[in-house]
């Protein structure tokens, strides 16, 4: 597809008409196959066809999504094709360099992460050039070309801190440090000094913001370097970097950390950091990880200077006292830096001199721990960033609250009663400034409940709250003397800060409330769902959400008779707050309220029959109006998880509603699948499915039988996310309506979907699932025709491309069908089936194969394992008969020793199938396309493929071998004694 082609496209796809956008990127799909697609995709990000910036930057996160989902693909393994990967691989670098302006910065960064995807799968091995590509193009003097070289190093090798330490691993670092560290400081040294120089007296090519911005991404390069371990090369010259105590040299990080420029601060009107702001910021990030890595090294002469020009500038009261956030992400590193190097014990040192701990706390705690303007604006103009920022503090987003926060936190790990006797008193006097005029005074008060918050909590999680308090701080009593009067008072009569304070301390500390106190307030809360402020009913919902979902030894403390009587009120006031989104971005855009709608559902369940029309009504409305253009996938799971609970805990329960349900959810289902809205079509198959299972497994009903065709469509298929809902349903299909599937002579497009799916490394499993399922709900006649076929298959898998996974998935097919009941499908017919594709091929894969990783079965399958075994062993004569009869002593020393393999207690101690009420998501939401987002609570009961058998898999082996004695005797003593006695016995 040539530019001309594909501009209209990149412009349709930044569509706002949802219709237009999806036809466009469809068609850009479609288009992916063609050799030099990609490639025109990166010759419009680097400016071809003129386009405007736009379309270059959506070519720019179109080209950086496409490479990530083909270049490791094993589904389409020539797609790229080789050749456009090596000519994409040689146009990545300069593509990336030529990006190096200021202008393009949005386009570089986008390249970079493909750079970065290429080079994670095919560097070094099968992109031998590229560090050699980098450093040739390093200039001494042209800093725009150097900025594009050390961003694109620095996507490169970022990774490495987050990676597990292995072997390749630490080649491919070392390959890169043999490479690349002389010329990387050859250039730290020549950015040094024309940093020393004023700004009139540098290169025309060589600007101060270039410098600085060179000068932070060499400094994030020395950080990623030294990520995993301190190479000799840096460990060398530590003291240039570093400095050397015995000479008073600060070295190059200390230098830079008390470097100024009042070029490079940055506008005091903008939030934004200044380059001076970053670079200090990246020093401190290296001082931590030196600290906490390296303290051989990083001793404690060359940390001490380092830790006193942190201090000074954090006391500094103009930094203190500043409302701008330009400061924010540098007091957050250094507060970070300075948390660690108290936190270990061998530095304690540092802080214990008398007056050091007071100097720390007034200087630098309390005037961070203070509510700045920035905060109060947000609390009224982007209240759910305010939400996010407080309630889900991450390194993402700086806080200085936060910050101070876990620096007083990690103060206490080392002085816990020193620094809590300390920030006592401030408490008491900020209460005391706010008791004398609470309406000027508010913000002492909060201040005063934030202190609370930090030196009360000794372990805490986003998911629990706080799991371990200080034993020098009555939190129940503070709440009670202070919190719950904030807490009790009706909308307008208190602070909205200060009500939000006190939700929150609820929120912080539930788990140090008894469930009475908890069942006392709840009321409250509720009443506050109804606040006409944003913040204040998102933090009451969120709240209801989290104590709700309290566990005291793996069990819930909360049962649907507790709550009852709050269940209608609490589920219509988060219904009445989403609602009122205008547009459906401003409907999803608050997810706490829909997580504490699937929470209340959660809890509630059977309690909600009397009403559960009326919450299915409204969320099957929210799902209309959000599917026109899905914006949050974390609402999207809450919502249809929300809807799949409904089904689980009313339409099971009462089976006189399954018709109620389908009612109200098929209209929007149909829609959804209509207008193919991507996002969500993965979801519907589960609701679809779940519906499905609810009916009896003697007919199919119409509604159902219409969906058979659509549901073989190609393009279904091709989504990934798609695949293991639509597997799912088409078991449930299979189940029920085999005999209308054999009629409309599907059964052959379902094993092309098989045979698609087994090829491909990601869903060779949800292929094997489909399988089974055939073979378990199709006659065996109808089969028949195409089960050659379906061994050849397998087995050149087998042959040209094993994987553990598949492995593992073929053992267990191999042993399913051996192990279930179904006329035409014995032993013996399966092995006539394998002998049918190539003489001796069964008794091959029986001794290669199967028995080798009969023992590494998980406790979930040995028993379909052994039953199918056994049922080789005992209901076969051609085992009996040469050449299988020479395997048969080793299978039953393989199936002995599987079956008496002690059985691990922590396989058996999950959470019952039956019991969702832990479903959580706090780890993050799967991506719409790439992954499949499981919805729990459509989930259903695991079905046996062996529940025929009314015995245990041991005493059914027993049995069998009695039944088979006369026969296999002289086989008997071949097999392991000491194994035997223990079966009989």
Not at 522 to 536: A, C, E
Request: glycine content about 6%; overall charge negative; hydrophobic content about 45%.
């Amino acid at each position: 597809m040539d530019t001309i082609t594909l501009l209209p496209l990149l412009s349709q796809s930044l569509s706002s008409d949802p219709q237009t956008r999806r036809g466009a990127e469809r068609h850009l799909t479609e288009h992916e196959p063609v050799p030099g697609f990609l490639l025109s995709v990166l010759s419009i990000v680097q400016g071809a066809g003129e386009a405007p910036m736009e379309i270059r930057l959506a070519a720019g996160i179109y080209f950086k999504n496409a490479v990530k989902k083909m270049w490791g693909e094993e589904t389409t393994p020539l797609l790229p094709s080789l050749v456009d990967r090596q000519a994409i691989k040689e146009q990545l670098v300069p593509v990336m360099i030529s990006l190096s302006t200021p202008q393009l910065a949005r386009l570089q960064a986008q390249v970079g992460e493909a750079v970065a995807a290429v080079a994670e799968l095919d560097f070094p091995d099968q992109w031998e050039g590229l560090v050699g590509q980098l450093v040739s193009s390093i200039s001494p003097d042209n800093f725009s070309i150097n900025v594009g070289v050390l961003q694109t190093a620095h996507s490169i090798f970022r990774r490495w801190k987050s990676q597990f330490q292995s072997d390749r691993l630490y080649s491919e670092i070392l390959l890169v440090l043999s490479e690349f560290c002389v010329p990387y400081f050859e250039l730290f040294k020549r950015t040094d000094q024309l940093l020393s120089l004023p700004a009139d007296q540098l290169p025309p090519t060589a600007s101060l913001p270039q410098l600085a911005q060179t000068l932070l991404l060499l400094l994030q390069l020395f950080y990623d370097l030294n990520a995993q371990d301190l190479p000799e090369f840096f460990e060398d010259n530590l003291a240039v970097f570093f400095g050397n105590p015995d000479t008073g040299d600060i070295g190059l990080l200390g230098k830079y950390l008390r470097w100024d420029r009042a070029e490079l601060r940055g506008d005091d009107d903008d939030a934004t950091p200044g380059p001076l702001q970053k670079i200090r910021s990246q020093i401190c990030s290296i001082l931590e990880l030196f600290t906490l890595r390296y303290s051989d090294a990083f001793t404690t002469a060359l940390l001490t200077p380092f830790v006193q020009s942190v201090w000074e500038f954090l006391a500094d009261p103009a930094m203190a006292s500043s409302q701008t956030t330009r400061e924010d992400a540098l007091v957050c590193r250094a507060l970070g830096f300075l948390g660690v190097v108290v936190k270990m014990g061998s530095r304690r040192s540092l802080f214990e001199q008398p007056g050091t701990l007071e100097r720390f706390l007034e200087m630098i705690v309390l005037p961070n721990m203070a509510l700045r303007t920035h905060e109060e604006e947000m609390f009224e103009d982007d209240p759910i960033e305010y939400i996010r920022t407080d309630i889900e503090p991450s390194t993402e987003t700086d806080t200085r609250r936060q910050a101070a926060t876990e620096f007083t936190r990690a103060l206490m790990e080392q002085f816990e009663t020193e620094v809590t006797a300390i920030v006592k008193r401030y408490i008491d006097a900020y209460l005391g400034q706010y008791n004398s005029n609470p309406a000027a005074n508010w913000k002492s008060k909060d201040t005063a409940i934030y202190l609370l918050t930090s030196i009360a909590s000794r372990g805490a999680t986003l998911q629990h709250g706080v799991t371990s308090t200080n034993v020098l701080v009555d939190v129940v009593e503070f709440f009670s003397q202070n919190v719950f009067q904030d807490l009790q008072g009706a909308e307008g009569t208190v602070n909205l800060f200060l009500l939000v304070d006190a939700i929150k301390f609820l929120h912080t500390f539930r788990n140090q409330l008894t469930k009475e106190q908890l069942i006392s307030v709840l009321p409250l809360l509720i009443q506050h769902l109804s606040s006409s402020n944003y913040v204040v009913y998102s933090y009451a919902a969120t709240t209801i959400e989290r104590i709700l979902f309290i566990k005291i030894n793996g069990q819930a403390l909360f049962s649907q008779a507790d709550v009852r009587p709050f269940a209608q009120d609490i589920l219509m006031a988060l219904f009445t707050n989403i609602e009122r989104g205008q547009t459906p971005e401003k409907m999803a855009e608050n997810d706490y309220l829909m997580r504490c709608v699937m929470r209340v559902i959660l809890t509630a369940r059977q309690s909600l029959t009397p009403v559960f029309l009326v919450v299915l009504q409204h969320l099957v409305g929210i799902i209309g109006q959000i599917s026109k253009n899905p914006s949050n996938p974390k609402f999207n799971q809450y919502t249809f998880e929300s809807v799949s609970a409904l089904i689980r805990f009313v339409a099971e329960g009462t089976p006189a509603t399954l018709g109620q349900f389908e009612s109200e959810l098929f209209g929007p289902i149909m829609t959804i699948l209509q207008e193919d809205v991507l996002e969500f079509v993965p979801y519907v198959f589960q609701i679809l499915s779940q519906l499905l299972e609810l009916h009896p497994t003697t007919t199919l009903p119409e509604a159902y039988q219409n969906l058979l065709g659509p549901l073989l469509t190609a393009s279904l298929w091709e989504q990934r996310g798609n695949v293991p809902a639509l597997v799912r349903l088409w078991k449930a299909l299979l189940k029920r309506g085999a005999p209308t599937i054999v009629a409309n002579n599907q059964v052959q497009s379902l094993l092309g979907v098989f045979q698609k799916l087994i090829g491909s490394n990601i869903n060779d499993v949800h292929g094997f699932s489909l399988l089974q399922a055939l073979f378990e709900s199709v006659p065996i006649p109808a089969l028949q025709q195409y089960i050659r076929t379906i061994l050849v298959l397998l087995s050149t898998r087998l042959q040209s491309s094993k994987t553990p996974t598949f492995v593992y998935s073929f053992v267990y097919f191999f042993c399913y069908i051996l192990a279930v009941e179904k006329e035409g499908l014995t032993p013996d017919f399966v092995i006539a089936q394998y002998e049918g594709v190539q003489p001796g091929i069964f008794g091959g894969i029986l001794q290669g194969i199967v028995l080798p990783q009969v023992q590494k079965i998980p406790v979930k399958d040995r028993k379909v394992v052994s039953v199918g075994m056994t049922r080789l062993l005992t209901q076969s004569q051609t085992m009996l008969t040469e050449p299988l009869v020479k395997s048969w002593p080793a299978t039953l020393n393989a199936v002995l020793a599987l079956i008496l393999l002690p059985v691990d207690l922590t396989a058996t101690t999950a959470i019952a199938e039956d019991d969702i009420s832990g479903l959580d998501f706090d780890d993050g939401v799967a991506g719409f396309q790439a992954s499949f987002a499981r919805l729990g609570a459509s989930e259903a009961k695991k079905e046996d493929p062996v529940a025929w058998l009314v015995e245990d898999e041991k005493t059914f082996l027993k049995t069998q071998l009695e039944g088979v004695a006369g026969s296999v005797g002289p086989l008997l003593q071949q097999v392991d004694p000491a194994a035997l006695a223990r079966l009989q016995s």
